[in-house]
């Protein structure tokens, strides 16, 4: 991986540039390149940002930074635990910078947090450089598992989850698998008869193709599929998804919220499921 | 203004960049520079972006494109008018991009649209090349007024208004007055003793104190005072906020929303009222 050709010194200054697609870059001005290391993986950048605070990059995407972090790994684990009733075993698939399994372990009904990430390296940074979206994770329940999350779910094991949480990166590296029809009917396997899963779903802006797929082939596995929302401006275009795939329950419980939380809240579990008429077109969907 | 500071050749390509305070740039690659000259406000630009299509830009920062300005143009209008259960006359200050005006005359209960906008350049333009955004508005009921929009409201009239909706751009430059308590009470004087008026009420996360001071002028004048959300992808960090402030009404009627938009729908009228955790804070609200 050429660092290079995202991070450069310009006079005293330190910029680090996302390019999204051939069309648009974003810089951000940098304070300090705290940690960059190639991973059997991929490459991990700890970048100190001026705007944003420490970040993680990885292959020259943004993950995760301190300032904007909390929306998306908030959004991504308590609408589904606030969907089902009585979750015990949590599966996270992926969410190296550890935000979610965080997120998840809020809920002292949860008994088991099964975290299956590709690449150690990942959470060793983010454990080390970006405490304020780790938090240092050290839950017992959290069961740190080192491997492929695709061929995770291929095996057959004594339990099954009542909830998946899919925090994967981008359909390019190593989560390519991820998106795939048959991980999702693995996903569905390993799953309670009322157990249900959440991944993130691309942005309807940047890359629609990718999203309304996700949601079509989640349509082939599960008999309920919801998609709901939010803003995480470090995005592409701010504008994310998430999608979720339910063999039971369908409908949040918002009154029965109660987590201490930077964004979600009652009202937002209830109305991030309001999509606009251009994401509902794009989806075919009324 | 030194149009080369934020337009630049780059081989055969063409780059705008947007800067964002000082240690954020957004780079978006451009087809054609269609239009670039200095009117007596500000310099005035529109560029073919291959991501965002035609874009207007004024003194280096985007107001509208033709991808995604529909979706501050829905927000700022048929929200407020949704709330208002009548209106019948209608005052825009600013929104030279005409995509507000074009927005308010789809209701046909609307008998006058006066829209005062400080530079007639900038409609101009607009009519002539972002027609996806203006409509080519040519709606009798629409009454062009080419004025400094604070000068305007403090006027005396022979008649009141039931909905203002101030679509200024930021607060630097022409605008500045626009987001001061003197023209709020301006606007509070031409409103219908049941009048309300919405402004565009800038970013949480990129000018937070500029959004929380117009939050408190706006609670120093009008009795009810009501923020809502959106995502802008081609602003700064995607979330965009709006301001309400009304002598009576409050609540939205979305079962009554029945115009033909592009992103506004029932769902979203009674959504966008839902603020995230960190937005109460800043604004010190439950």
């Excluded at 490459?43 to 990059?57: E, K, N, Q």
């Excluded at 094991?157 to 899919?166: A, F, Q």
Aim: glycine letters at 6%.
């Amino acid at each position: 991986m050429n660092v290079e050709k995202y991070l450069r010194k310009v006079g005293d200054e330190i910029w680090f540039t996302e390019f999204e697609k051939d069309n648009l870059k974003i810089d951000y001005r940098i304070k300090e390149v705290v940690y960059s290391e190639t991973s059997p993986f991929q490459h991990i950048l700890i970048l100190d940002s001026y705007d944003y605070g420490p970040m993680l990059v990885l292959d020259g995407a943004i993950q995760t930074t301190t300032r904007d972090g909390y929306i998306y790994n908030e959004m991504i684990t308590h609408v589904p635990l606030n969907i089902h009733p009585n979750p015990k075993n949590v599966l996270i698939i992926g969410g190296g910078d550890c935000g979610a399994a965080r997120e998840v372990a809020k809920y002292p009904g949860i008994e088991k947090i099964d975290m299956v990430e590709i690449d150690e390296k990942v959470v060793e940074v983010s454990k080390k450089y970006l405490k304020e979206v780790s938090g240092n994770l050290s839950d017992p329940r959290v069961n740190f598992i080192f491997d492929d999350g695709s061929a995770y779910v291929k095996q057959k094991r004594d339990y099954l989850y009542d909830v998946i949480i899919v925090d994967s990166s981008d359909p390019v590296g190593p989560a390519v698998k991820l998106f795939e029809t048959e991980f999702y009917q693995d996903l569905y396997n390993n799953l309670h008869e009322d157990g249900l899963m959440v991944c993130q779903s691309e942005s309807p802006i940047y890359y629609p193709e990718m999203m309304v797929s996700i949601h079509r082939r989640l349509n082939n596995v599960f008999p309920i599929v919801k998609m709901y929302m939010a803003t995480v401006p470090t995005y592409p275009a701010g504008f994310w998804t998430f999608t979720i795939g339910s063999k039971k329950y369908h409908e949040p419980n918002p009154e029965a919220f109660d987590k201490e939380t930077k964004y979600v809240n009652k009202e937002i579990i209830k109305s991030c499921f309001s999509l606009p008429n251009f994401v509902k077109a794009q989806l075919n969907i009324d």
